[in-house]
């Protein structure tokens, strides 16, 4: 099997106490998956979930209390000079020096990560920004899209094969929107493995090919956005019976079937493998017939609340 861009095994996060009788917030609790070479992966979850937590122990900013992290194979711990090089971030905060230029904010991050003059590519990020008329003007005068564009070729100046954007296109209007998309798809197509934390569905569920879920520090889900999209795809058909019944009526095409009361009952069925007529069919062939009818289509936002909702409601 190819090794993974990014493993995480067993890690936890616990924030030093505040003071006697607290024992430090847990933000991440015994969290493992992989993010496979080569493609784009969602990072999702509520606000306060622990994603910030995640990347910043994946940029060396916050030490993890426990478990192992390895990125492009190199160990966190054991090699975190060829880790560092592996990975560019992208954070959520846009801060620049504003009396530099774009070019030079770039060279200087270049000189950070020691690549040598001859490597260096400044231009060519400033172009694929689409900045380089940019190239000599100062940082503070740039729009916030520019901003943020010019970051993300921050991030690429020592050419990592995984690029982490933490909330890119938080707060960004849809024009800007679609373009770092297709920055970040770009990227991608360019070889380079792209993790991005997101609360918007929509933009996961386009964008990426695998999604991981995290909610109050725990890992809720880890797997592709189809089979998550694939949850989506249930309807739920509710029906109000002229009779009582003892039981909810089963059939192999249906999910699920219950009883809300002795004369209602919820159906769950794949909405591309049968109709809802084909449902009530089926119903009133066990005998009662139908006085009402209520449906609820699911989407990835109801997959979403589902896993993320607090347990027992
Ligand atoms: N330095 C810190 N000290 C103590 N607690 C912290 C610290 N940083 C974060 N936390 C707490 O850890 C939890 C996870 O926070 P984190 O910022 O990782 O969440 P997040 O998923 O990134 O949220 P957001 O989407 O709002 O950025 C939260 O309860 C937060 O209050």
């Known amino acids: 099997m190819t090794q993974a861009a990014i493993s995480i095994r067993n890690v936890t996060k616990r924030y030093a106490s505040a003071g006697r009788g607290d024992p430090g917030k847990l933000a991440l609790d015994d969290i ?62 846009i801060v620049f020096d504003p009396f530099f230029t774009p070019y030079e904010v770039l060279e200087n991050q270049a000189g950070f990560y020691a690549v040598p003059k001859d490597d260096r590519r400044s231009h060519d990020l400033l172009s694929a920004v689409h900045l380089s008329d940019k190239a ?39 024009d800007l929107r679609r373009q770092l998309w297709e ?34 520090g725990r890992l809720i889900a880890d797997t592709t956005t189809r089979d998550l999209i694939a949850m989506a795809r249930e309807k739920i058909i509710e029906l109000a019976l002229d009779r009582p019944i003892a039981t909810a009526p089963s059939h192999p095409a249906f999910q699920n079937s219950v009883m809300v009361d002795e004369r209602t009952v919820a159906i769950t069925y794949d909405k591309d493998r049968m109709t809802a007529g084909e449902v009530m069919n089926i119903v009133q062939s066990t005998g009662p017939a139908i006085l009402d009818v209520t449906t609820r289509e699911a989407d990835l936002e109801d997959v979403f609340v589902q896993l993320t909702r607090p347990t027992g409601q």
């Open 183 to 216: 920055l970040v798809m770009r990227l991608n197509e360019e070889g380079v493995t792209i993790v991005l934390t997101t609360h918007y569905l929509e933009e996961a569920e386009q964008l990426c090919e695998r999604i991981a879920i995290i909610n109050h």
């Open 32 to 93: 493992s998956f992989d993010v496979p070479q080569g493609g784009i992966f969602g990072l999702l979850g509520p606000n306060g979930a622990g994603k910030s937590t995640l990347i910043n122990i994946l940029a060396g900013l916050v030490g993890k209390s426990s478990g192992a992290v390895s990125i492009w194979g190199f160990d966190i711990d054991n090699d975190r000079r060829n880790a560092k090089r592996a990975i560019g971030i992208v954070p959520q905060e």
């Open 136 to 174: 000599n003007a100062y940082a503070r005068t740039l729009s916030g899209g520019m901003k943020r564009r010019l970051l993300i070729a921050k991030a690429m100046v020592h050419s990592p094969p995984v690029l982490v954007l933490d909330e890119p296109t938080a707060g960004v209007d849809v």
